[in-house]
């Protein structure tokens, strides 16, 4: 069974801090990893895609991937308690069905 | 741009029932997906449209799962019958079949179902 892990958290960091979310994934041959954050009772929003070794940034989110350790990550820098939510990462071998872990909740406090 | 839109919102039905759900992706978007969550789990992939043909229907529980893609607008899924398993919420995405935003897919607000 190919499997994304995440830790369920909850992750809670304080405002302006830099908040840290860690996936794994066991599928060798998943090409492309998602992140989506999740408000309660609301859809997944994509926030960032990434495919290559390395990182990506885009504001104050940077994505990081090591295949080789199978690890995603993702980095909100200057958190701010609307960051608050699930954190959802995804992997896929195909190119479009995702595979997702469960989610980390993060708290951002005041 | 409109996103993705599905209804209903919320269904509770019997067992043993049947249920339709909709979904309206997003205008120009040839690839349309079908998730589902059942609470305390995470989304699982049911299946993936191609415009109107079927591309993956790999996660899909049994036949008792029927999804439609007439003319390769929206799409339905029926459930028939019903079962209690089948509780959760189902989410609807779409994305552009190639280049730019192919990987981007972006979600309806989901329609949970309850089956009592």
């Known amino acids: 069974q190919k499997e994304v892990e995440q830790n369920s958290g909850p992750l809670s960091v304080p405002e302006g801090a830099i908040a840290s979310l860690n996936c794994t994934y066991s599928?060798?041959?998943?090409?492309?990893f998602f992140w989506y954050r999740q408000y309660s009772g609301k859809s997944p929003e994509l926030i960032m895609f990434i495919y290559s070794n390395g990182d990506k940034e885009d504001g104050r989110f940077t994505a990081q991937l090591n295949k080789a350790s199978q690890y995603v990550s993702l980095l909100i820098r200057d958190s701010q308690p609307s960051d608050s939510a699930t954190y959802l990462c995804a992997d896929t071998n195909s190119g479009y069905a995702l595979n997702f872990g469960k989610g980390t909740s993060l708290l951002v406090t005041p | 741009e409109a996103g993705v839109t599905q209804f209903p919102s919320h269904s509770v039905i019997e067992k043993g029932q049947t249920v339709t759900l909709r979904c309206d992706p997003i205008?120009?978007?040839?690839?349309l997906y079908w998730y589902r969550r059942v609470m305390g789990k995470e989304i699982k992939f049911l299946l993936h449209?191609?415009?109107?043909?079927?591309?993956?229907e790999s996660g899909m529980p049994n036949n008792r799962f029927l999804a439609e893609r007439t003319g390769g607008t929206y799409s339905t899924l029926k459930v028939q019958p019903a079962e209690l398993e089948d509780s959760g919420v189902y989410f609807c995405?779409?994305?552009?079949?190639?280049?730019?935003?192919?990987?981007?897919?972006?979600f309806g607000p989901g329609t949970r179902l309850t089956v009592t």
């Open positions: 205008s120009g978007h040839d690839n």
């Open positions: 995405a779409s994305s552009h079949q190639n280049g730019p935003g192919t990987y981007e897919q972006y």
């Open positions: 449209f191609v415009k109107e043909s079927k591309q993956d």
């Open positions: 599928d060798r041959g998943s090409q492309s």
